[in-house]
């Protein structure tokens, strides 16, 4: 009885986090994952260990089993599980405005977005430890492809480039950016040069 109510508070406790940590747009996605990856450890783990008990004999399998879980009550220690702030999970407002002559089709692409930023003297390494950060999250949101350029015409002005499949998947991107998101990129403009303001360039695939 105990073991079982432990079972199900475990997995209660799993289903939260999943879902706490997930923004809407990924929310169902994330917790069929998790679902998948429960339901397919506990096969997995029923055939291995039935397999061994045939070999081995029931009371040595049980023995090594509940090991194995004291084990991974020590191993645990180092990936806490964490509840998603609501920060992360809420959707943030439309940063850079979009100046573009053209709407182009949702299916055309790649596209390619790039940010110039232009910042004081003598702060490169934090800037620089700043925006790698948006790396994460602009994956995570739909870029293929993602770097961080310096001018050599320019030391101070740096760009980030990033791409994106598709029209459709970069106003997606936008759209599910999150206020940690923009808390982030807060934190990179704030390297910003007094008056400056961060340009956006959209470039189309043609070829």
């Known amino acids: 009885a105990i073991g079982g109510a432990a079972w199900m508070a475990v997995m209660a406790t799993f289903n939260t986090a999943t879902q706490s940590s997930a923004p809407p747009w990924v929310r169902s996605r994330a917790v069929a994952l998790h679902t998948v990856s429960a339901l397919?450890?506990?096969a997995i783990g029923s055939a291995l260990w039935g397999a061994v008990s045939g070999v081995a004999g029931l009371p040595l399998?049980?023995?090594v089993?509940?090991?194995?879980?004291?084990?991974?009550?020590?191993?645990?220690r180092g990936f806490p599980l964490r509840m998603g702030d609501a920060h992360?999970?809420?959707p943030g407002t439309l940063g850079v405005e979009l100046f573009i002559k053209d709407e182009p089709h949702p299916d055309d692409g790649p596209v390619s977005v790039e940010l110039a930023y232009r910042?004081?003297?003598?702060?490169a390494q934090e800037f620089l430890h700043a925006v790698t950060q948006l790396r994460a999250?602009?994956?995570?949101?739909?870029?293929?492809?993602?770097?961080?350029?310096?001018?050599?015409?320019d030391p101070s002005r740096y760009v980030e480039r990033f791409?994106?499949?598709?029209?459709?998947?970069?106003?997606?991107?936008?759209?599910?950016?999150?206020l940690a998101d923009q808390q982030l990129e807060a934190q990179v403009h704030g390297f910003l040069r007094e008056g400056e303001r961060v340009t956006a360039q959209h470039y189309i695939a043609e070829r």
Request: charged residues 25%; proline residues 0%.
């Open 163 to 178: 791409i994106v499949t598709s029209w459709a998947d970069y106003l997606h991107q936008r759209a599910r950016t999150t």
């Open 40 to 42: 397919g450890s506990f």
């Open 137 to 153: 999250s602009r994956r995570r949101d739909g870029a293929t492809l993602w770097r961080i350029y310096r001018d050599l015409g």
């Open 88 to 90: 992360e999970v809420t």
């Open 61 to 63: 399998t049980l023995a």
């Open 65 to 76: 089993a509940a090991l194995a879980m004291a084990g991974g009550v020590f191993l645990a």
């Open 119 to 123: 910042i004081r003297d003598g702060e």
